[in-house]
């Protein structure tokens, strides 16, 4: 049966992730806490891995309700907006500036305290559910570069959930030809529509720590991916082969609670995902 076998929440968009547990997920589909800060320059627009390799060197290695903390080359930085906002947004901006050589702001989604919640900013404006993979294609694509590190391939598509139990790009089948229409599917008990195969940029051709990109990856990949694609993967949605992972949205449709009311939903590492019987083609 398949599994949910690891949740990742990337708080700093761009930046790694941190693994939890068990997440609640919002209104909007999205994970709680996931992309709700971004890096953001003067021009706002984000500094992130599509515009800016450094971010590549820039760790986070503590997140929670009173703060974060980001390390780098210039040592750590600890951020408490709870405690003393306004002199923690001076010393950032500092450390930040002194990073990446212009002026850095980190800034949270302002709705990030406002129900029914924060839908962050994800990479998909209209797909703002979590993103899936499975372990199988993960191993597949590794096996493509030589054996790369399974964990390296990992974060370098930045999924949120990764399952296991299934073949590799067993996801492909959780979206359909006509791209309004989604696949029904479970995981434990929360309901999603499977919509898109994730299209990809010039992020997962890096190396995540170091920026370093291997030759040709993109070109690679799309000859391997275009070569295995299943059977069961709709081609017409490959408009390119650099596509991997799925992208979702939250079935509100199918939610068992009063539409004045938002449940509590709850995703568990351990959970089993299911196709709804009417999501079979």
């Known amino acids: 049966m398949p599994r949910l076998s ?35 320059d003067e021009q706002n627009k984000f500094v992130n891995g ?6 590549h060197h820039l760790r986070l290695t503590q997140f929670g309700k009173e703060g974060l903390t980001l390390d780098s080359h210039l040592g750590e930085l600890v951020v408490d907006w709870v405690e003393d906002p306004e002199i923690s947004d001076v ?13 850095v702001t980190l800034y949270p989604n302002p709705a990030v305290a406002e129900p029914p919640g924060n839908p962050g900013f994800p990479d998909d404006l209209e797909l703002g559910g979590p993103t899936l993979v499975s372990s199988a294609s993960l ?12 964990e390296e391939t990992w974060l370098r598509f930045r999924a949120n ?17 006509d791209r309004e229409q989604g696949i029904p599917f479970t995981i434990g008990r929360i309901p999603f529509l499977g919509m898109n195969p ?11 720590e170091t920026g370093e990109t291997i030759a040709g990856f993109a070109k690679t990949f799309r000859t391997e991916r275009e070569r295995t694609l299943p059977e069961w993967a709709e081609r017409e949605r490959f408009d ?9 949205i939250l079935n509100t449709d199918e939610l068992m609670a009063p539409t004045t009311i938002y449940p509590q939903l709850i995703l568990k590492v351990g959970d089993e995902i299911a196709i709804t019987p009417h999501g079979d083609r």
């Open 6 to 40: 690891r949740i990742a929440i990337y708080p700093v968009k761009s930046l790694n992730p941190i693994y939890v547990d068990e997440v609640k997920v919002l209104e909007s589909g999205a994970l709680e806490n996931d992309r709700c800060f971004a890096l953001w």
């Open 240 to 248: 390119h082969y650099f596509r991997l992972a799925l992208n979702t």
């Open 161 to 177: 959930l990764e399952i296991d139990d299934v073949p590799a790009f067993w996801e492909d089948q959780l979206y359909t030809a």
């Open 91 to 103: 010393v950032t901006e500092s450390y930040l500036k002194e990073f990446f050589g212009y002026r």
């Open 139 to 150: 191993k597949t694509v590794s096996d493509w570069f030589g054996g790369l590190p399974y």
């Open 198 to 208: 994730c299209a990809r940029c010039v992020v997962p051709t890096r190396h995540p």
């Open 50 to 55: 599509k515009r800016e390799p450094k971010v």
